[in-house]
């Protein structure tokens, strides 16, 4: 748009000298016209566009949440997360990590066939997801094959990683880490997902834990 505006004054000036005010209005006011009303289609669509992520958004946060709200054991509420996020993320690898009371620990929970003590634990400030824990926001890494070894969360065959937080207030509950076998395999709409699923995670985490406490 910037570009035409000088292209347009020398087209008005040039226009002018051969046909008079007159015709180079009879000229322009056509084109001002199409370039208004494309403009305005383009927002239009813009906006449509918007709106349809917006829909997607809330039509996932219902569907987690009437997946989770009806189970309170931890076991069962962990599957139905990975479950979601698998399903919304298409085909990569889910993980769950919660804190260790009382430590900077986090320890991998079974959610599916893997035994979850092949993971290892991950500890605040220490490699890809303990330097992660201690900065916070969203983890998204294109390839960590060029990675160190230690640094490529005991799966050689996983190249892109993408995690967020489970976070309740300003405490970090967990991680939910997913991996993909295809370098930069996650863009900004799979981050946008992941942050909804972990904040609905968040709520269904901390009541599955305070149940598990009581009993």
């Known amino acids: 748009q910037t570009c035409a505006l000088p292209i347009l004054a020398i087209l008005m000036v040039e226009l002018q000298r051969r046909m008079g005010v007159l015709g180079a209005a009879m000229v322009l ?12 289609y383009i ?4 906006t449509s566009a918007a709106l349809r992520a917006a829909h997607a958004e809330l039509e996932i946060i219902h569907d ?3 997946r989770i709200s009806s189970h309170i054991d931890l076991p069962s509420t ?9 399903t919304h993320l298409g085909d990569a690898e889910v993980r769950i990590y919660l804190k260790q009371e009382g430590s900077e620990v986090y320890v991998p929970q079974r959610i599916g066939d893997r ?6 634990t991950v500890v605040a400030g220490e490699g890809l997801l303990g330097r992660w824990i201690r900065q916070g926001g969203i983890l998204r890494t294109a390839d960590v094959l060029g990675f160190p070894l230690e640094e490529r969360l005991a799966d050689p ?10 976070r309740q207030d300003d405490r970090i509950l967990g991680l939910v880490v997913v991996l993909a076998s295809e370098p930069d395999a996650f863009d900004s709409s799979d981050e946008n997902l992941l942050e909804i699923i972990s904040s609905q995670a968040a709520v269904a985490v901390k009541n599955a834990l305070l149940y598990q406490t009581t009993q």
């Open 115 to 120: 035994d979850p003590e092949g993971l290892g």
């Open 64 to 66: 987690i949440t009437q």
């Open 29 to 40: 006011v056509p084109f001002v016209v199409s370039s208004i009303v494309l403009l305005l």
């Open 43 to 46: 927002k239009m669509r813009q």
């Open 78 to 86: 962990l599957r139905l997360i990975g479950s979601a996020i698998a």
């Open 157 to 166: 065959g996983r190249a892109s990683v993408l995690g967020a937080l489970i």
